[in-house]
């Protein structure tokens, strides 16, 4: 079975700040990884995945994440944030074996101060 | 818009009622997924069909759920004699899956419809 951890449930940034939201994920087979984002009122959108290859992707907006294989992570990282960046970031595993399923963890609110 | 459209955005309803919800894919689009998230959680994985076909089930999905796609197209979920506990937020998703794809697809979601079981 898979898991994911996203331990932080809040993570306040002042706008142009760097910010990095955490996930670490629990699985006994490969997964592919994601992170989604989801917007007041709106469905998740895809930000980045990662399938393979280099351990750094980058996606939409400016964000970028790493996969560490040693410490089943895949943080999420953006230089500088916006204001229009607050919402609810995901981040999300399927398992090559079922890749139709995808294991969401709980979110991290992302709320951006001026 | 072209994308995946859900009706209807909101629904109250009585303990005890039947309720059905509409999803729409993008037009072409193979798959379509039913998630389940409830409030401060992630989405929860429900059900998938391809084309007409209902692939596979969650245990989530007890009996009081159907979900059906009769002509590849559109989906209906159903949930009947509903319980305080159904409210959450229905989301549908859809992807275009190729035969040859050695790749996870990508799934796109619809804005949901928010039950509230009074």
């Known amino acids: 079975a898979q898991s994911v951890t996203q331990l932080d449930s809040q993570v306040p940034v002042f706008e142009e700040a760097p910010v990095e939201l955490r996930c670490n994920y629990s699985?006994?087979?490969?997964?592919?990884l994601f992170w989604y984002v989801q917007y007041p009122n709106q469905g998740l959108q895809l930000l980045l995945k990662?399938?393979?290859?280099?351990?750094l992707v980058k996606g939409i907006n400016g964000f970028e994440a790493e996969f560490n294989k040693s410490q089943t992570s895949f943080h999420l990282r953006k230089p500088s944030v916006h204001i229009s960046d607050t919402a609810e970031y995901f981040c999300?595993?399927?398992?090559?074996?079922?890749?139709?399923?995808?294991?969401f963890g709980s979110g991290t609110r992302l709320s951006i101060r001026p | 818009d072209t994308g995946v459209s859900q009706n209807p955005r909101h629904k109250i309803t009585k303990r005890g009622q039947n309720v059905t919800f509409r999803c729409d894919p993008i037009?072409?689009?193979?798959?379509l997924y039913w998630y389940r998230q409830t409030l401060g959680q992630g989405p929860e994985f429900l059900t998938y069909?391809?084309?007409?076909?209902?692939?596979?089930k969650s245990r989530l999905l007890s009996d009081r759920f159907s979900a059906e796609r009769p002509k590849g197209s559109f989906s209906t979920l159903e949930i009947q004699r509903t319980e305080q506990g159904d409210s959450a937020m229905y989301l549908c998703a859809s992807s275009l899956v190729h035969s040859t794809s050695a790749y996870q697809e990508t799934q796109y979601f619809g804005p949901g419809t928010r039950l509230l079981v009074l």
């Open positions: 990662y399938l393979s290859g280099s351990t």
């Open positions: 999300a595993v399927s398992p090559y074996s079922s890749a139709s399923k995808i294991i």
């Open positions: 037009s072409e689009h193979n798959r």
């Open positions: 069909f391809q084309n007409e076909a209902q692939l596979e």
């Open positions: 699985s006994s087979v490969s997964v592919y």
